[in-house]
T-cell receptor
């Protein structure tokens, strides 16, 4: 089956710092890749996605590029804000309609 | 547009009681998923439905857990009898199926079993 590995948190940054959260996946074929964000007390919500190799998903200043050669989908943002503090989940969906989620990475941004 | 709606948002009950969690998926979505989230295990898929039919319930932890979807706009997850180790946040999600379709999550039910 599919698997997703993402870096353990928490990741602690100062406001305006550069963010990278690593995500690698194992899947057969050509899966779709997703990043979800979960704010306290809320459900997961889609942040961005990419459905084929070399696609770049982007939203709200966040970006991730589908790298099939390294089976990676790392999340980046050039300048984080306090409001970006949340838990970020990488997910992979291929071969079935059921996504596999990573364990989540907590991001804490200090003013 | 209304998102996925779950009720109640919080439930506190005593061990041994029956607990029923409710979910209204987004209209037009034909897949519905129930998840459980804990610090120890992360996000676990319990069961999912397609067109109101349960497809895979291999994630349901025990016979104490059951789920139904009597129509396209309503699903329940029931725990009977409840135990303290069932304490978690339970999420419902829906989508249109297809591996490139994201899931839309509700805000969850925070369940505490005393």
């Amino acid at each position: 089956g599919n698997s997703v590995t993402q870096m353990e948190g928490p990741v602690t940054l100062s406001e305006e710092a550069f963010l990278t959260i690593n995500c690698t996946y194992t899947a057969t074929g050509y899966p779709s890749l997703f990043w979800y964000v979960q704010y306290p007390g809320e459900g997961l919500q889609l942040l961005l996605k990419a459905t084929k190799a070399d696609d770049k998903g982007s939203n709200k200043g966040f970006e991730a590029t589908y790298r099939k050669e390294t089976t990676s989908f790392h999340l980046e943002k050039g300048s984080v804000q306090v409001s970006d503090s949340a838990v970020y989940f990488c997910a992979c969906s291929g071969g079935s309609y059921i996504p596999t989620f990573g364990r989540g990475t907590s991001l804490i941004v200090h003013p | 547009d209304a998102g996925v709606i779950q009720s109640p948002r919080h439930e506190v009950t005593e061990m041994g009681q029956e607990v029923t969690l409710r979910c209204k998926p987004i209209s037009g979505h034909d897949y519905l998923f129930w998840y459980r989230q804990t610090m120890m295990r992360g996000l676990e898929l319990l069961i999912y439905f397609n067109n109101n039919v349960p497809i895979d319930d291999s994630g349901m932890p025990e016979d104490r857990f059951s789920a139904k979807m009597p129509n396209a706009s309503f699903s329940t997850l029931k725990i009977q009898p409840s135990e303290p180790r069932d304490s978690a946040v339970y999420f419902c999600a829906s989508n249109n199926g297809g591996s490139n379709q994201p899931q839309h999550f509700g805000d969850g039910t925070r369940l505490s079993i005393l």
